[in-house]
């Protein structure tokens, strides 16, 4: 870490220092999360996997936006990017039934303020992409709402950009990952503005902790398919009876090789690079 950074804050992943006026410097660790509660086990190498797939989404979408990266560090985890003003909401866009839309379909027949066909499966795909923002909380979970919500903490027009450009980088990622045999069911992503006011995309770029990823082979909607994040994390913490309170369970060594695992298979099935390759060379994902 250089002398001049200044550390600014701890997230549940990331660390984040100030480098000048203008940069950040974003360092992800391998901690994990479940249920908004750090886990004392970290999962090795996960940090350079959401840092290399960030950058292999930056480096191939900054045609639809321009986003916030400036380069990645040798060490495969940190990234330099440009400071932003982030916008108050979670851009989140589901192409598929699941997760907290799934629960707020069977309650009330929508997702945020989308009112869907009747008889919808879980994990079903959607008849298109929906764009479904939520409030940023601080301790908690996110809260799902709907657009006039958010049109309150954004303003219209700038609403209806982030909704058309969210919706535009679902469509390029998820038909990319098709092609490679992944399922891209939802993405959540955070956007921000430059110092001329123009929107830019920020944070992370469809990784496994932002991302619900599916094996195309593995798919079948009316119950919740395999996946390359932390659910098999979150299966593992649900069997315990843990109250979902600090502090969390220790991972037995099971669980953490298969969740590297995962995390290893979705960079190398996504990106189409070896991940030992990507350690010995960052900036193979941006070429």
């Known amino acids: 870490m250089p002398e001049a950074a200044t550390h600014l804050a701890s997230g549940k992943v990331r660390e984040l220092y100030a480098l000048d006026d203008e940069r950040l410097l974003l360092v992800a660790s391998d901690r994990i999360s479940t249920f908004d509660v750090i886990l004392p086990t970290e999962i090795p190498d996960k940090g350079r996997v959401l840092t290399g797939l960030s950058g292999f989404w930056f480096a191939r979408t900054s045609g639809l936006l321009p986003n916030h990266l400036i380069a990645l560090r040798d060490d ?6 440009r ?8 851009c989140v866009v589901r192409g598929y039934l699941a997760g907290s839309g799934w629960k707020d379909y069977v309650a009330t027949g929508e997702v945020c303020g989308h ?6 499966a879980e994990s079903q795909q959607l008849p298109r992409p929906i764009f479904t923002p939520a409030t940023k909380a601080s301790t908690g979970h996110d809260e799902n709402i709907d657009r006039a919500a958010a049109i ?3 303003g219209e027009a700038r609403f209806d950009e982030v909704e058309a450009v969210a919706l535009a980088l679902y469509s390029f990622v998820s038909d990319y990952a098709r092609e490679r045999g992944i399922i891209l069911a939802d993405t959540k992503l ?10 830019v995309l920020g944070d992370e770029a469809f990784t496994p902790d932002s991302s619900r990823f599916w094996p195309a082979e593995a798919y079948r909607p009316g119950g919740t398919p395999p996946s390359y994040d932390k659910q098999f994390v979150r299966d593992y913490c649900e069997s315990l009876g843990w109250d979902k309170t600090a502090p969390g369970p220790e991972l037995p060594g099971d669980v953490v090789d298969g969740t590297r695992a995962r995390y290893v298979e979705a960079f190398e099935r996504l990106t189409e690079i070896g991940f030992d390759e990507y ?6 994902v941006l070429a």
């Open 76 to 81: 495969g985890r940190s990234t330099e990017c």
């Open 83 to 90: 400071r932003l003003e982030m916008l108050p909401i979670e």
């Open 115 to 120: 009112r869907l066909p009747e008889g919808l």
């Open 152 to 154: 309150e903490l954004v």
């Open 190 to 199: 955070e956007f921000g503005l430059d110092e001329r006011g123009e929107l």
């Open 279 to 284: 350690l010995a060379n960052p900036s193979l």
